[in-house]
């Protein structure tokens, strides 16, 4: 059986949440080909499930609301996503954090816009993929 995970982004700019254990995940993110961050991050279910919960509370079209989610916000984040407004689609800021909160070792990048309801797909799925 496939694991779950989440690729947002393109082929140039693209993060991925995959998860390789019960309780390990990994975090890939490529900003073409120049700037890449490939780590491990200790994630329960349930934190991925309420990530993706939290996601799926926010983007509907056309409320153009930014929103921010941590995968972890009770506990030191291996990634935040930022998301603005971009018509009906929302661009996302992505912060990764390989050590937590290492205020020092982090990767920051930016994602084109995705199509709402993408977005929502792709978050509905890796929450249906969790939940049993």
Do not use: Y
């Not at 996601?55 to 153009?64: C, D, N, T, V």
């Amino acid at each position: 059986m496939e694991q779950p995970r989440i690729r947002l982004g393109n082929d140039g700019v693209w993060l991925e949440l995959a998860r390789t254990g019960a309780d390990s995940w990994q975090i890939t993110a490529d900003w073409c080909s120049w700037l890449t961050a490939d780590f491990t991050a200790d994630l329960s279910a349930a934190e991925v499930v309420d990530f993706a919960a939290r996601m799926l509370s926010h983007p509907r079209a056309p409320s153009g609301v930014r929103f921010s989610a941590a995968v972890t916000p009770d506990r030191n984040s291996p990634l935040t996503l930022k998301a603005e407004p971009v018509g009906d689609d929302f661009a996302f800021f992505v912060r990764l954090t390989p050590n937590g909160d290492d205020s020092v070792c982090h990767l920051q990048m930016e994602i084109d816009p995705i199509a709402t309801v993408e977005l929502r797909e792709t978050f509905s799925a890796l929450h249906a993929a969790l939940v049993v």
